[in-house]
């Protein structure tokens, strides 16, 4: 382990050069940053305005009235010059700014691009823009207030193609604002590291190195796992502990507790699956996974909930009897020992206590999560950039390691192209996997060019293939070495999230604290069969919030914006019945994910989202956000009770009606119409499951009950992908138990084939 208590900030990981963007033209990135402006624009006093085309005016009153609900609404508003600063600033002069949009739109899928591409071509022609706008004029050449008008159009517009782009185009822009803009940053108080960092541990992998070289290079190995996360990690440490060669390989690279966390725009590059940027195919939902050294518990929240009853029967009723074995138990109390996984020394934050308080003046059920902390209070906020402390005992913390040390090897920066076959028997067998090593440059880093860089093919033979790539790509690497099993990328559930933010009269800081150590779970059963939702908090990095925050004019969104120091944020999260599926982009084979919310799903997702607002009414939200196009905020009107009053009869007769209060009855109303659907309402998810179903019979999945696949002799699936449905809740400790169940068997097969070699 190496030491780095001497630093005092994060060592910066540097983003790589962006490449080249004439994947639009000239005309389609005017029209595309015209619309990014229209979003948050330069605003000033009409008195004050010097650019006619791109700064969006208000009156003075209007200005006045700003400045005066930003004093009346925060503990600690900014002065006027500072408040004028703020709203004067404009997205697009920001360099660090451009250079985000464009690193994301670099980073989608071509055929994603192309489409847009397309529309902005369109919207560009006169005829385009007239349809678009009502005005003939090309729309960059518009000026801001009808831009502006044109996106509010665009979202109550009945054609879905203008509220889905303006979507795209809205949350983009607020992405951007909020991880790039330094005097929101400096007025809002956000820090990537707290002012006492002092980052833990780090590991030496001593990670495989090839010289460069025309000639591939050949590894021998017992044991070849694709995947280095929750899945991959815990079968890896198995599997040396018991005596066989295991070689461990990822596309991803390794952070050092030192180098995190990281800038959201490095965490973006080089932690999650498509630059942190993924979307649903036709835009409904917005997804995260982790794609980098450690996977997904890299970048997880820590939460470690058991798989619960109801699940385990619903799995072994589908011929899984093993869910509701002892042995199954075993296996999950085995990873939750081994990762010190308690609740016992939580220390809650705001969120996490609304969550628990609120619940218990409503009569709710709620409890804390177990943490993986290995009994440490971790109170971070921003393990969803990397944990610096080293205290989550995810795969870089624990697993690895500790497979390491029994022996196991590593490659990073190995992209497996496939898995190989020998058919020479008549049956299918997995011998192995081949791919293309990346390795750093001469200075360790990983942001120059590949082409800088040593990149070597590699094959690795082996008498076992795990692939532990995760939901999203273990059914890609399964179609690209031509398995043809139908089921192969479909089943995708996501636990589909509906988010909902409330301010409070406090200066909250919700980025500080444990991300979500709290869970409301009266809700979950909703149709009798255990699909509903569990009410959490989510992670407060300004953009994983902001990013759904809703915008009905650029003058409202800044406001509001200002506020999220005294925001909280929670989320609805579903255990989606319906599905979809993954399959690879026909132009340059990325990952496309085909999901839709289902109308059985949304109205799970809107009773919690119900729920969660009557959560903040009743802990004293003076303001609360669903995230829905369609809905209006909720504004208080009513006077909170001091504390020392709430116990207190009111000598007048007069009762506080809690969440009776007839303006709030009435809201809720409009909310529960809205029928969160999208375009209106956009939903996000952090959990991928079911791409690899495990199943009881060759026709109704993908792997067998110990994770074989049926297809093939010697390949193993170990990852959520495998799930038979939604879990129902995080998905981690379900994930590591099921690859500990399946690891062991794999020992048991090797040590069963050495006898047999031996006779």
Not at 381 to 391: E, K, R
Not at 624 to 635: D, E, G, T
Request: with cysteine.
């Amino acid at each position: 382990m190496g030491l780095t208590h001497h630093l005092t900030a994060p060592i910066p990981t540097q983003l790589p050069e962006l490449g080249p963007d004439t994947y639009f033209s000239e005309t389609q990135w005017q029209v595309f940053l015209a619309l990014i402006d229209a979003v948050i624009p330069s605003i000033v006093v009409e008195s004050e305005i010097r650019d006619q085309k791109n700064q969006l005016r208000i009156t003075q009153p209007q200005y006045t009235e700003a400045f005066d609900h930003t004093k009346r609404t925060m503990k600690h508003p900014p002065e006027y010059e500072k408040f004028q600063q703020y709203l004067e600033t404009r997205l697009l002069d920001n360099p660090r700014a451009v250079q985000f949009l464009k690193r994301t739109i670099q980073g989608i899928p071509n055929s994603d691009r192309k489409q847009l591409g397309g529309i902005l071509s369109i919207i560009a022609t006169r005829l385009g823009s007239l349809a678009g706008t009502g005005y003939c004029t090309p729309l960059y050449e518009l000026p801001v207030h009808i831009r502006e008008s044109t996106i509010q159009a665009w979202n109550r517009s009945w054609l879905s193609v203008w509220p889905t782009v303006g979507n795209v185009i809205m949350k983009l822009a607020k992405v951007c604002f909020a991880q790039t803009d330094p005097i929101f940053l400096e007025l809002s108080d956000y820090k990537v590291a707290p002012d006492d960092y002092r980052p833990g541990p780090s590991f030496d992998f001593n990670f495989m190195q090839f010289e460069a070289g025309s000639e591939p290079e050949t590894i021998d190995t017992d044991v070849v796992i694709v995947g280095s996360g929750c899945g991959g990690a815990v079968c890896a440490k198995v599997l040396a502990e018991a005596g066989h060669k295991v070689l461990v390989v990822d596309k991803g690279y390794y952070f050092p507790s030192s180098q995190l966390p990281m800038t959201t725009e490095a965490a973006n590059e080089f932690l999650y699956e498509g630059n942190g940027a993924m979307q649903s195919a036709n835009g409904s939902v917005t997804i995260l996974a982790g794609s980098c050294w450690g996977g997904g518990g890299t970048v997880n929240w820590s939460v470690s909930l058991q798989p619960q009853g109801f699940l385990r029967q619903e799995w072994a009723d589908q011929g899984l009897g093993f869910f509701t074995t002892q042995e199954f138990q075993y296996c999950i109390d085995r990873v939750c020992e081994f990762m010190g996984v308690s609740d016992a020394r939580i220390r809650h934050n705001h969120r996490a206590n609304v969550i628990l308080d609120g619940s218990k003046k409503l009569g709710w059920s709620a409890k804390a999560c177990p943490q993986n902390s290995g009994g440490a209070e971790h109170y971070c906020g921003n393990c969803t950039l990397g944990c610096f402390s080293n205290d989550k005992q995810g795969p870089t913390a624990s697993w690895l390691p500790a497979a390491a040390r029994a022996g196991a090897r590593f490659i990073e920066g190995f992209n497996v192209s496939e898995v190989l076959f020998d058919e020479s028997s008549g049956s299918k067998q997995a011998v192995g996997v081949l791919g293309t090593w990346t390795s750093r440059d001469k200075h360790g880093k990983v942001h120059t060019p590949e082409s800088d860089r040593v990149q070597k093919q590699v094959k690795i033979r082996a008498k076992k293939v795990i692939v532990a790539c995760g939901t999203l790509q273990s059914p890609l690497l399964l179609m690209r070495s031509g398995l043809k099993n139908s089921h192969i990328g479909k089943n995708l559930h996501l636990h589909p999230v509906g988010q909902l933010s409330a301010s409070f009269d406090e200066d909250i800081k919700g980025w500080e604290g444990g991300i979500l150590t709290s869970v409301c779970t009266s809700f979950e059963n909703l149709d009798g069969k255990g699909h509903g939702v569990k009410l959490e908090p989510t992670s407060m990095v300004p953009y994983m919030f902001l990013h759904g925050h809703p915008w009905q004019s650029a003058l409202q969104w800044k406001l509001d914006a200002l506020r999220c120091r005294q925001m909280d944020s929670f989320i609805a999260i579903s255990r989606d019945r319906d599905t979809g599926r993954v399959y690879p982009d026909p132009d340059d084979g990325r990952l496309i994910i085909d999901y839709t919310p289902s109308a059985f799903d949304r109205k799970h997702i809107l009773a919690g989202l119900v729920a969660l607002a009557k959560l903040c009414y009743i802990e004293g939200a003076t303001e609360i956000w669903p995230f829905a196009q369609n809905v209006p905020s909720f504004v208080r009107r009513s006077k909170l009770a001091n504390s020392a009053s709430k116990l207190e009869p009111d000598e007048g007769g007069i009762i506080d009606q809690g969440i009776n209060d007839p303006d709030f009855v009435a809201w809720l109303k409009v909310l529960e119409q809205s029928g969160v659907s999208f375009p209106s309402t956009t939903f996000t998810s952090a959990h991928q499951m079911g791409t690899c179903r495990m199943s009881a019979h060759p026709a109704r999945g993908v792997v067998d009950p110990e994770g074989r696949a049926w297809e093939a002799q010697g390949l193993y699936v170990a990852d959520a992908s495998v799930f038979p449905s939604a879990s129902g809740v995080n998905p981690m400790i379900t994930n590591m138990a099921i690859a500990d169940w399946i690891a062991r068997g794999i020992s048991r097969d090797l040590k069963k084939d050495v006898l047999r070699a031996a006779l």
